[in-house]
């Protein structure tokens, strides 16, 4: 897009000499439009590995199929880790990829997805399913016995 400015003369004596315009030209860029890009909605199959309960993490492991979604916007839906201290103004807790799924001790790490909320978002404790909206992350995590308690990570700005 260009854009023609007109200058306005003086009005000092020794500006009578200028024409009573001059043009200016002037390159404005236009800013690009950013559409706000909806999250991928993806599967815990999507994320499945071939890791055996109670192991550590090897990276020879991870498939290209679940780092291509690593610093993505993703929509996920899963369970509540039941384990949690607290029932209300929940900062972070494990995703579990069902109910029945164990967390830590005897469980896969491509089940669990630890979460955390963004900025002022608190969550309930609860039985049901939850969706959950934010950047996904492959972040290994070992609990306390050693082993891969968990292998995701989300920052998640809407639950459902």
């Excluded at 909605?41 to 994320?47: A, C, D």
């Excluded at 790490?109 to 978002?121: C, E, F, M, S, T």
Aim: with cysteine.
């Amino acid at each position: 897009m260009i854009l023609i400015l007109f200058v306005a003369a003086g009005c000092q004596p020794e500006s009578a000499a200028l024409p009573a315009t001059t043009p200016v030209v002037a390159q404005v860029q236009a800013t690009p439009v950013v559409e706000e890009q909806s999250p991928q909605k993806i599967t815990w199959e999507q994320l499945d590995l071939p890791i055996p309960p109670d192991s550590v993490f090897e990276p020879w492991m991870m498939t290209t199929r679940v780092e291509a979604l690593e610093g993505q916007q993703v929509r996920i839906e899963g369970y509540m880790f039941g384990g949690l201290l607290q029932t209300s103004g929940i900062k972070s807790f494990p995703l579990l990829r069902e109910k029945e799924c164990p967390f830590g001790q005897g469980g896969q790490p491509h089940h669990a997805i630890n979460v955390k909320l963004a900025g002022k978002l608190r969550a309930s404790y609860t039985t049901q399913p939850v969706t959950v909206e934010g950047t996904f992350h492959i972040r290994p995590w070992n609990g306390p016995n050693g082993k891969t308690w968990s292998l995701y990570h989300m920052e998640v700005t809407k639950m459902e």
